[in-house]
Structures are given as structure tokens and as C-alpha cells.
């Protein structure tokens, strides 16, 4: 249920950008409201502030809300009503009101009935309020230990999800941030909007200023009729239904429908329900999605059971599956790595049994000539892991040293890596287990081969943002970005390089912050220097950037400070944020004073001399081939220079050095930086604050 966004008041709207930029800058700039920052009126609606910038927040999936719309299921396995939904919306309708908490046990439906009620409020007061957006919060807190809900979005008519019920175990203070959590609320109340939270109830405060709004979920649907009702309303698959629905007469004639019972989840439903939409609907396509749907687990407990006295054949079908693609022989060499035979076996013994392909064939493989997979079968491989991990817990710390070993041989073993990674991605979410992850962080030092260390990055990535592990992962990156070994810092940065900057900015702001400080500027450090610059050059997390890294730039001696602060600025890969700083600058005292204390403490410290020397020049190319206007840069520079006149970066600049060739931009800004005009008002200004 959404509407047109509203997004700013008409006394916050900017004038258009001025012609001095280009065109193209011009072009990417959107409207967006956000009442603690100042609007830039040189370039737009453009927000910079040294104040907090909300969470980022996304829309609601289409598929979840015409779940939880049209394909809302209110009964339990027992035929008990389901109320949690209609609790919230209860509480919601009561003026006022605009906070509703939903805890309960894990896999209960919360996050489903959370959007429900917040899909009928939208609902009730679309005709007298008019349309309510829906989003969702991203839990992305500075420091996750002691969330600050100032920085909680408020948009007006604006109806927010935030699902903390996995993070909320890492908790200073839980009391404090429920109170927060109630003030922040009052705020939506007052301009039409409102806050669902999914919480953890073991966490979650008891006292009764605290449990007004709380709603205890004690059942869930069933999971039977929310695969039923998403197949005829969810996939508009009517004729499917029956498929999940017992004939009670001939229970074989619907084998998908034997799949679920009473302890079965409403994730679970869904889960089928997906499976068999995506079906041709023929008796074979729904046994194969049954199977997936079980994860194999029969086909798995069968090749399992077959094999009992046979851990050769088990230990063939574990290296087939991690070596899945590869030549036979390659996996039959694997099983006995695993098993620590070295295969000095006589001729007598080699020569016993049956023959390697039929050996695989047995453990479900695919042979085609020379090569073996299970690509035929997907999931199959997931589900023998998981299957390998529940049932013999023994095998853990030999299986993921094993593991070591394919994935640091020279010859192959950066081949193997990504799809050995992708199995234990799976293995690690699906079981929670961070045991995993500190595997896959040991093959960091096997190699120095860019290619390698961003695909471990790219896996790190997708567990830091997994629901339950998610939070420990990124825990164990902020442990890991204060690491002194420069290849597991540099992957941290190339995290911070992922999807995971887009979802959680301010957590990767952190973590790159760690990195920057780094003695040497090594390889992590220009990594998370990379990073940094392309999280400036979006329009949605410069803000962001700016307000974080400012707050590190004022602080003398801090290298990290430094080196963000010059990389924010940086107009080498992307010039925009630069371009917003100084049409901002311009624009505002406040932050033409921030430019000139980040370049000031930079320039008392000698660590980053390079750097700023680096940056000047790039500024004067800049200026010189009107990326920026010129008065913006010589406006900033002769404010910063004047009193820096002994700072190296700047006597180089102003004087030139032996032995160094400047080209004409370089000279040129040299040249107006001496005779820097005092009648021009702007660039005669005195610092309004200390650098």
C-alpha cells in the first residue's frame, strides 16, 4: 500500500542548480526531505549537515505485502485464531498511538503480521489522511550495542518496519532503548505516521511502561494454509491449491500436501508454496519440488544409510560435492585426503569393488565422461552438508581443515574457492554458526590475488547481512578492521566495498574508519579509501559520509580523520561529492568552516603530506577544467593557506620544489592563491571556529 512520497515542505526546496556546474551533476540531484540538515540552494536540494542523518529505509517487498494482504492466513494448525495482526492495527487506530511491538518465539510470522497491520492502517486512513507510505528501517546503528533512535527516520504519513529481534541480544541497555524507542513514536503520532517493532519478547522490557504497546505472539498460521492461500491469491495459481491440501481418501494423490504438519512454519508454507508455483504442475515437477523442499533429506538419508560400513563411498560423495564439476578422479583423490589414505593400496585391493562412475552414480552424482556433479539436482549438495553437520558433529574441525586443504592448492585452489565459499555460506546461515565464517577468514592469508580476497569479501558480505548471524559477523569485522595483518584489514574494506556499504553505510563508515588508521598507507588502506569514495559519490549516503567523516576530521593527529576527509574530497574517480561540498560551502558558512578545519588538521599532520599535496593538485586540475568553479577552490585554499604557509603541501603549491615540474593548472592557482583579492568578501571571511 503505498502513495505519492512526500517529500519536502515548498520552503525546503533549493533553487535550480546554477549553470557554473555541469549539466550532468545537475541531473542526478533529487528532492529529498530531511528537516536536521540545511538545503544547498547553489546546487538544488542537495543535503549536507554536520547534523545526524536518519537510518536508510527501503520499500517494503511487493511480494510481502500482497502476502500479507491478499494472502493472509489468521487460523493455526489447530484452528485457533491468529491475532497479532489485528492487535496491532488495534493499537494503532487509537489516537495518538503509534507504536506497536510484536515478540514472540522465532519463525512465528511476526515480520508478516507486523506489515498486515500496517498494511490495514494504511488502509483505514487512506480517506481521511490520504496514502501512507510503508517502509523499512535499516537497524543500521553507529554502535550496534547502544542504538541511537535519533537518528530514526520521521517523514510524515509514513508507516516503518524495524525488525531488531536479532540484534537486540547485543543490548547495553534494553529499558533505555524501548523508552526511545516510545518517544520516537510520540514524534510519528503527531505527523501522521507510525512504528512497528519486531523485537525479541526475552529481551524486550516487561515493565508496564513498556508492555502498552507490546503485542505477545503465542500461535502461528498454519503453515498448510499459507502455502495454499499463496499459491491461489500470492501466485493467482487457484488451480494449485489442491496440491497442498490432504485428500483425505487417497493421501498418496497429494504427495506435496504430506509435507507439512502441525510443527511445520508459516515460512515453511511459503516456502512449498514458491516451489510449486514455479512447477509445470505434472506429477514429476511435483515430486521435484517436493524434493527441494525437503532439501533431499530422504534421497541423502537413503545414500547415508546405504553406506554405513562404507566411509570410502561417504567420503567420496563429501569431496563430490565440494569438487562438484571436476574430473572423477580429482574427487576420488579428495575422499582419500579426507580420509588421510594416501592410496598405497595393492593391485588385489584396487581392483576390488565396484567402478569409480558407478560409485558416484550411487551417491546421486551425475557423471558425464570424465566429470561428476550434482547440477542436476539443486540443493542436493546443501542438503548433504547440512545433513554431514547435524548428524556427525565429530566431523567439523576435519572436514573445514580438509576444506584448507583444496582451497590452498596452488594449482586449483582459487578456482575452487568461490563455490566451496557459496556451500558454506549456506552452511554457516543455515545453522548460525560462526564457526564457519572464522574458516573462511583463515584462507584471507593463502592468497594475495585480488580476485581471491574480493570473493571472500563478497561471502563475508552476504553473512554479515544474514537475519540471525548477520550481527555476530559484523562484530567480528569490527574486531578484524583493528587487526594489524594488512590482507584481513584490506578485506575488510572490500566489504565495505559490497552491497553491505548500501544496507548498513554507518557500520561501513566504522569499520573503514579502522582501516584508514592504519600506520602505513598499504594496501587495506587504499582500499578503504576506495570504498569511502564511492560511498561519497551517492547521493543517498554522501550526507552520511560528510557528517561522520567531519566528525573524524576536526579531531587533531588523527590520521584516520585525515586521510576520509581527503578522500571524500578527492575528485579522481568521481567528482561529485566534491562538487556538492563547495557548491555547499558556498552556499554555508557552516560547512565552508568544515572544509577549512578538515584541510587544517590535515595539513598539521605530516602522515598524510603526500596525500594533501596529491589533493591540491587534483584540485587545481579540477578547477582548471571547470569540474568545480574556480572561485570555490581558490575560496576554500586561501582561507587554509594563509595559515599553513610552512606546512609542506602548501609551500610546495605556493613556491614550487627543486627538480619538480607544474603544469599549467598547478601554476596557474599558484599564481591567484598570491594575490588573493581582500575586497572579495567570501574569500576575506576569518574562521568562524578553531581548526
Given at each position: ?581 563547495l557548491a555547499s560551502a558556498a552556499a554555508d558558512p557552516v560547512v565552508a ?38 572561485e570555490h577552490v581558490t575560496g576554500i585554499l586561501g582561507r587554509v593557506i ?50
Amino acid at each position: 500500500m503505498s502513495g505519492p512520497t512526500s517529500t519536502t515542505d515548498a520552503k525546503d526546496e533549493g533553487p535550480d542548480a546554477p549553470e557554473e556546474y555541469p549539466e550532468a551533476l545537475q541531473s542526478r540531484l533529487n528532492v529529498s526531505g530531511n528537516h536536521n540538515a540545511f538545503v544547498v540552494a547553489a546546487l538544488g536540494s542537495v543535503f549536507l549537515s554536520t547534523g545526524k542523518q536518519p537510518l536508510t529505509v527501503t520499500d517494503l517487498s511487493e511480494f510481502e505485502l500482497k502476502a500479507a494482504s491478499q494472502g493472509w492466513v489468521s487460523k493455526d494448525a489447530d484452528d485457533l485464531p491468529v491475532t497479532a495482526a489485528d492487535e496491532a492495527i488495534k493499537i494503532l487506530s487509537v489516537p495518538g498511538s503509534a507504536l506497536a511491538v510484536i515478540a514472540g518465539p522465532p519463525e512465528h510470522g511476526k515480520r508478516a503480521a507486523g506489515i498486515r497491520a500496517l498494511w490495514r492502517t494504511a488502509l483505514s486512513r487512506q480517506a481521511r489522511e490520504g496514502s501512507m507510505e510503508l517502509k523499512e528501517i535499516e537497524p543500521d546503528w553507529e554502535d550496534p550495542a547502544e542504538p541511537d533512535c535519533s537518528v530514526l527516520p520521521d517523514a510524515a504519513h509514513t508507516g516503518y518496519l524495524l525488525d531488531v529481534e536479532d540484534e537486540m541480544a547485543g543490548w547495553v541497555n534494553p529499558d533505555r532503548v524501548a523508552g526511545a524507542l516510545a518517544v520516537h513514536a510520540e514524534r510519528l503520532a503527531k505527523i501522521g505516521s507510525c512504528l512497528v517493532v519486531i523485537a525479541d519478547e526475552r529481551v524486550w522490557p516487561q515493565v508496564a511502561t513498556h508492555t502498552a504497546a507490546l503485542i505477545r505472539v503465542k500461535n502461528r498460521p498454519s503453515a498448510q494454509l499459507v502455502a495454499r492461500t499463496h499459491l491461489e491469491y500470492v501466485y493467482d495459481l487457484p488451480g494449485r491449491a489442491n496440491q497442498v491440501t490432504v485428500d483425505r481418501a487417497n493421501p498418496e494423490a497429494t504427495p506435496a500436501a504430506q509435507l507439512l504438519n502441525a510443527e511445520s512454519t508459516p515460512a515453511d508454507g511459503a516456502r512449498l508454496a514458491a516451489l510449486l508455483a514455479t512447477s509445470d504442475g505434472s506429477p514429476a515437477s511435483v515430486k521435484t519440488a517436493a524434493s527441494r523442499f525437503q532439501e533431499w533429506s530422504t534421497d541423502v538419508s537413503a545414500v547415508f544409510a546405504a553406506t554405513t560400513q562404507m566411509p570410502e563411498d561417504r567420503a567420496l560423495l563429501i569431496a563430490a560435492v565440494f569438487l562438484s564439476g571436476e574430473d572423477a578422479l580429482t574427487m576420488q583423490e579428495g575422499a582419500q585426503a579426507l580420509l588421510g589414505d594416501h592410496g598405497r593400496d595393492g593391485v588385489r585391493e584396487i581392483l576390488t569393488g565396484p567402478d569409480l562412475s558407478d560409485r558416484l552414480k550411487s551417491v546421486k552424482a551425475k557423471v558425464s565422461g570424465r566429470q561428476a556433479s550434482f547440477d542436476h539436482r539443486p540443493g542436493y549438495a546443501r542438503a548433504v552438508l547440512l545433513h554431514l553437520w547435524r548428524q556427525r558433529p565429530d566431523i567439523h574441525t576435519h572436514l573445514l581443515s580438509w576444506l584448507d586443504l583444496l582451497v590452498t592448492d596452488r594449482a586449483r585452489g582459487t578456482k575452487r574457492l568461490e563455490k566451496i565459499s557459496d556451500l558454506l555460506v549456506e552452511l554457516a546461515i543455515a545453522e548460525n554458526d560462526i564457526r564457519v565464517v572464522e574458516t573462511i577468514k583463515s584462507w584471507i592469508g593463502v592468497s594475495n590475488d585480488d580476485r581471491h580476497l574480493r570473493l571472500i569479501a563478497s561471502v563475508l558480505s552476504r553473512t554479515a547481512q544474514a537475519d540471525r548471524l548477520g550481527p555476530s559477523v559484523r562484530t567480528k569485522l569490527l574486531e578484524w578492521a583493528q587487526d594489524g595483518e594488512e590482507p584481513l584489514a584490506r578485506v575488510v574494506a572490500l566489504v565495505c566495498q559490497t552491497d553491505f556499504a548500501r544496507h548498513y553505510p554507518r557500520q561501513a563508515l566504522v569499520r573503514i574508519q579502522h582501516v584508514l588508521g592504519r600506520t602505513e598507507r598499504d594496501t587495506a588502506v587504499m582500499e578503504a579509501d576506495a570504498a569511502l569514495r564511492a560511498m561519497a559519490a551517492t547521493e543517498e549516503q554522501l550526507p552520511t559520509v560528510w557528517r561522520m567523516v567531519n566528525a573524524w576530521a576536526a579531531k587533531r593527529g588523527n590520521t584516520a580523520g585525515s586521510r576520509a576527509f581527503l578522500a571524500v574530497i578527492n575528485p579522481q574517480t568521481d567528482p561529485y561529492a566534491l562538487q556538492v561540498t563547495l557548491a555547499s560551502a558556498a552556499a554555508d558558512p557552516v560547512v565552508a568552516d568544515a572544509l577549512v578545519t578538515g584541510w587544517s588538521t590535515a595539513l598539521e599532520n605530516r602522515a598524510v603530506d603526500q596525500e594533501c599535496r596529491a589533493l591540491i593538485d587534483r584540485w587545481a586540475h579540477a578547477r582548471a577544467d571547470g569540474t568545480v568553479p574556480r572561485e570555490h577552490v581558490t575560496g576554500i585554499l586561501g582561507r587554509v593557506i594563509s595559515r599553513y604557509l610552512t606546512a609542506a603541501p602548501v609551500s610546495a603549491l605556493l613556491i614550487g620544489e627543486p627538480g619538480v615540474a607544474y603544469d599549467a593548472a598547478v601554476i596557474e592557482l599558484r599564481g591567484e592563491l598570491r594575490h588573493i583579492s581582500q575586497a572579495d568578501p567570501w574569500l576575506a571571511t576569518e574562521d568562524s571556529r578553531e581548526p
